[in-house]
């Protein structure tokens, strides 16, 4: 079944058999191979409630998005409704403090009359959970500063209302556990733990009090109430998905709402699954939740600059071009995705490193099977869609028959062109965290390397710097460079070598922009502070809050042109962006 209404991605695995999907990367995200269902998000008009099978799970969410769990069987009943426009399968989201509070201009709002900490502005993390003991995350009395903790990974409490996973733990619950003065009991009876510590070093560096430190490792926001997402994964060890995450948004928001209190939400991961110019469901489900209510989504740029994920170039009449990149040992599998203009016309083959050749088809070709060596090419030419204006050609190499990884050695695809308008293409491997270090293309190209969902045009894309050498982080995801309306990042934060809190008491060093979004998140807490809570400005969030952290951001050595795709406008300096 191949569908307008289903993304290519979709359209692919659908076309793929399940042990296809099972060897590949990104194919089965989303399929229960043992109930044969598969969990999607829809974008429609109107409600889904009505719908014509009742064996169909729904949660419906704002402005005409819902996610829908259904047998694959009934795929295509559900693309048939006249009031489904479109649908897209889920993608993992990979999870990518002193001295980092002064260079941000923070410790001079913090001190004396009027000090800004945050206090009435919630504070938002979306992670892998907290350690909800840690002495950061509770007060002098040793209560919890947490609000509600929504854990979506199976357990025996009850969801909250409209959701229709996981356990819903309020205050008082989690005040209760902590009571009992031991985590083997407390957690009896809220058993939410944080298994990679990410969740609570994010949190921590976003709102941590640093009880565990007296003081010295505090968060940028230590008096936010903290409202906790742990997002549910499909399987043990596994990542969470979109469809968890725009839940957890939803979630997050309606709680902010009821509470009458502004929110600072915090997102340290993301996909490089996209043409990553923010026309995903997720990223125009997130600008729609931008203008609700008063809040800032706050989103790590990825760590995929420096990764050799990313390729580039333009192609000329009548010229043609190749890109390279070698398979590392044991690739057990690898997706390329390649996004054009649709007016561009072209012929693509693919080199082996044994030497054979292979043409990959053309725009009428849409799924297609092809053998090279002893690895399988699964390829999709995909067209124009409501909410894409770009082509993407998607290929996805796994190992053929009971091989278990893809040929290792140098590939390349050699590009023929046919009608050239513009020319210009983009290439993404899979996310860096699912490819050996050999697995690279041989000319990568930095930019354009954000993460998805971070190129959603109302959010607040939070890219890292090296505060001791006052350097941008190589690793840290760059934004367009040819695009002087699409500013990606910002403003970066500082992001390598943070001290935050650690699961199980005391604290880590920590690296990435995983761990510079929060220092923004803390940031817009005490800047939404200042302008609602303390009323100097009743309107000090989304788009204008954005804009103060923008016109705030100090310059870095180096750089003469603001803004730019490697660091946005500058620094953080939260002081500066305080409003005169």
Do not use: M
């Given at each position: 079944m191949e569908d307008q209404k289903l993304e290519n991605i979709l359209n692919l695995a659908l076309d793929a058999t399940e042990e296809e999907r099972e060897k590949s990367i990104n194919l089965d995200v989303g399929y229960d191979a043992e109930t044969r269902t598969w969990q999607v998000i829809v974008r429609h008009s109107g409600s889904l409630r009505q719908l014509p099978d009742v064996r169909w799970?729904?949660?419906?969410l704002s402005g005409g998005y819902a996610i829908v769990n259904l047998p694959q069987k009934d795929l295509d009943q559900l693309a048939r409704l006249p009031q489904v426009f479109y649908i897209e399968k889920p993608k993992q989201l990979f999870f990518s403090v002193e001295a980092g509070r002064r260079v941000s201009c923070l410790s001079s709002l913090q001190t004396g009359e009027g000090a800004l900490l945050g206090a009435g502005v919630l504070v938002a993390v979306i992670d892998s959970g907290v350690d909800y003991f840690h002495p950061d995350f509770r007060t002098e009395d040793g209560r919890t500063r947490i609000v509600a903790l929504w854990d979506q990974s199976a357990c025996s409490g009850r969801a909250p209302d409209g959701f229709l996973q996981g356990c819903e733990y309020t205050q008082e619950q989690i005040n209760e556990a902590l009571a009992t003065g031991s985590r083997e009991q407390g957690y009896v009876l809220v058993p939410e733990q944080d298994q990679s510590g990410h969740g609570t070093a994010v949190l921590g560096i976003a709102a941590g009090n640093g009880r565990s430190s007296g003081g010295r490792y505090r968060g940028v926001a230590p008096e936010s109430p903290l409202l906790v997402v742990k997002l549910g994964t499909s399987q043990e060890g596994g990542f969470p998905r979109t469809t968890e995450l725009m839940q957890a948004i939803e979630y997050v928001v309606q709680k902010a709402e009821q509470m009458e209190m502004p929110v600072a939400v915090n997102l340290s991961f993301g996909s490089v699954y996209g043409?990553?110019?923010?026309?995903?469901?997720?990223?125009t489900y997130l600008d729609q939740m931008a203008n609700r209510w008063k809040s800032a989504f706050v989103i790590g740029t990825g760590n995929e600059a420096d990764s050799d994920g990313h390729a580039a170039g333009r192609l000329l009449e009548a010229e043609?071009?190749?890109?390279q990149f070698t398979v590392g040992e044991t690739q057990p599998a690898l997706s390329i995705q390649i996004w054009k203009n649709y007016a561009d016309?072209?012929?693509m083959v693919l080199f082996h490193p044994a030497g054979s050749r292979i043409a990959l088809g053309d725009e009428r070709t849409g799924a297609a099977r092809y053998r090279a060596g002893d690895t399988e090419l699964l390829v999709y030419y995909g067209a124009p869609a409501p909410y894409q204006l770009q082509q993407?050609?998607?290929?996805?190499?796994?190992?053929?028959?009971?091989?278990?990884f893809v040929d290792s050695g140098l590939w390349s695809i050699r590009f023929y062109p046919v009608r050239i308008v513009d020319g210009m293409f983009s290439m993404w491997m899979s996310d860096a965290r699912t490819r050996n270090t050999q697995t690279r293309f041989l000319r990568p190209a930095p930019d354009t390397t954000l993460t998805i969902p971070s190129a959603a045009s109302r959010t607040i894309a939070v890219g890292a710097y090296d505060a001791r050498t006052n350097s941008y982080a190589s690793f840290s995801g760059r934004g367009w460079p040819d695009e002087p309306y699409l500013v990606r990042p910002d403003?970066?934060?500082p992001g390598v070598d943070i001290t935050a809190p650690a699961v199980r008491g005391?604290?880590?060093?920590v690296t990435?922009?995983?761990?510079?979004?929060?220092?923004?998140?803390?940031?817009a807490a005490l800047l939404m502070q200042w302008g609602i809570v303390n009323g100097n400005d009743p309107y000090l969030y989304g788009e204008k809050l954005r804009a103060t952290l923008r016109r705030g951001a100090r310059p870095l050595p180096g750089f003469t042109r603001y803004p730019n795709e490697v660091v946005g406008y500058g620094a953080l300096c939260a002081a500066q962006s305080i409003p005169l």
């Open positions: 799970q729904v949660t419906e043409s990553h110019r923010g026309n995903t469901l997720l990223e043609q071009t190749e890109v016309s072209w012929q993407e050609i998607f290929i996805e190499l796994i190992p053929n028959g009971r091989n278990v403003l970066v934060a005391g604290y880590l060093t990435g922009t995983s761990f510079a979004t929060p220092f923004v998140t803390g940031a």
